[in-house]
Structure formats: structure tokens, C-alpha cells
T-cell receptor, first 116, second 115 residues
């Protein structure tokens, strides 16, 4: 069975500090996808990134960057120069292809609090 | 207008009542999902549907049922609500045709409280 672990339940930083969110996953599939979603205080879930298991290149999007390491089954997320608007709960998720189709398994989430 | 809408956004009900949560989407996606979110547990899949004639149980389907009335509509029912079904419920959609069918887009959520 697939599993996603976000060991950090809450991280508190001061604005402009960098913050890294850890995500470790377990899967028996060789083909899978990893995701990050953001849930701001308003409650909606916002899709941030999708990464497939064959692409280990790191990705940067503005102040966000992601580090995928298959060798350690990790897909970590870094926010550079954090801002108050980054305060949210962040979820890592894993999709495995099954006979019934693709389903997402979510980690428990990491709450990020950015203080001014 | 939002691509994925959920009604109601908030609901308080009593134990034993039947509740229906509705989800509509204008994204034209064929796949729809229902999740519940509990603190510290992330989101857990209740039911999913890959087309109008297809309904599948997820990780925690007991106590829930669903109906896919049309490609754009997917309803979740609690036949006899109980307090431990108090949670935040999300509907999501994804599109098989794009090849990124596992990228799911979420509605705004429905906060359900069962007293």
C-alpha cells in the first residue's frame, strides 16, 4: 500500500526566512506521480506541482522549489524568502496507477506559520 | 465563476439525519472524487467515479453513498449522520483525456458538523 509521511506537523518562521517541508513516500510502483497542494486559511486546496517518477530534475517556480530524490523516496518543498501570505497547510500527495485508475494518497499536512 | 462548486458550504445537522452534499463542475472533467479532511490525517478518499456509469469505493466509504447524476454532478450522501462524520468535505475532479488524470482540482469544501 502506498503511504505519504509529512513528519513536520507545524513550522513557524519569521518573514524572509527560508522554510523546507519534508515529504517521504512509500510505493511499490515504478511509475507514480507526486504532488504538492496548498491550503490557505480560507480552506480551499490549491494545486502547486505534479512530478512524475521518471523526472528527478529539481524544479523552481518563483520562490518555490522542489527537490525530488528517488533514492531516499523524498519530495521536499522549499519556500525561499517566506512571506505572510505563505501561511497555510501544505499537503504532499502520491498517485499510483491501479487497475481501477489513478488515486491520490495524502500526507497529514504541514502547517506553516510565517510571522511578520 | 469557480470551476468546481460545492453546496452547501457549511452545514450543521443532528445525529440520525440524512444529509446530501452536492458537487458541480464546469471543467468538463470525466473523473470526480469525494474526500474528507480531519485534522492531522490529511485527506482521505471516500468515493470516486471515472464516468457516469462508474462508482468506486475509496478508503473510508462506510456510512456514505454517492450518486453521479451527470458528468458534471457528483453527490455525497450520509444516510444517517453520526458525530464522527463531522469533518471538512472536498469534491475534486480530474481529466483522463489530458494524460494527467491524476492531477485533481478541488472545490472550496463543505464544513459539516453533526451534533
Amino acid at each position: 500500500a502506498q503511504k505519504v509521511t509529512q513528519a513536520q506537523t507545524e513550522i513557524s518562521v519569521v518573514e524572509k526566512e527560508d522554510v523546507t517541508l519534508d515529504c517521504v513516500y512509500e510505493t511499490r510502483d515504478t511509475t507514480y506521480y507526486l504532488f504538492w497542494y496548498k491550503q490557505p486559511p480560507s480552506g480551499e486546496l490549491v494545486f502547486l506541482i505534479r512530478r512524475n517518477s521518471f523526472d528527478e530534475q529539481n524544479e523552481i517556480s518563483g520562490r518555490y522549489s522542489w527537490n525530488f530524490q528517488k533514492s531516499t523516496s523524498s519530495f521536499n518543498f522549499t519556500i525561499t524568502a517566506s512571506q505572510v501570505v505563505d501561511s497555510a497547510v501544505y499537503f504532499c500527495a502520491l498517485s499510483e496507477a491501479t487497475a481501477a485508475g489513478n488515486k491520490l494518497t495524502f500526507g497529514g499536512g504541514t502547517r506553516v506559520l510565517v510571522k511578520p | 465563476d469557480a470551476d468546481v462548486t460545492q453546496t452547501p458550504r457549511n452545514r450543521i445537522t443532528k445525529t440520525g439525519k440524512r444529509i446530501m452534499l452536492e458537487c458541480s463542475q464546469t471543467k468538463g472533467h470525466d473523473r470526480m472524487y469525494w474526500y474528507r479532511q480531519d485534522p492531522g490525517l490529511g485527506l482521505r478518499l471516500i468515493y470516486y467515479s471515472f464516468d457516469v456509469k462508474d462508482i468506486n469505493k475509496g478508503e473510508i466509504s462506510d456510512g456514505y453513498s454517492v450518486s453521479r447524476q451527470a458528468q458534471a454532478k457528483f453527490s455525497l450522501s450520509l444516510e444517517s449522520a453520526i458525530p464522527n462524520q463531522t469533518a471538512l468535505y472536498f469534491c475534486a475532479t480530474s481529466d483522463f483525456a489530458t494524460g494527467a488524470q491524476d492531477t485533481q482540482y478541488f472545490g472550496p469544501g463543505t464544513r459539516l458538523t453533526v451534533l
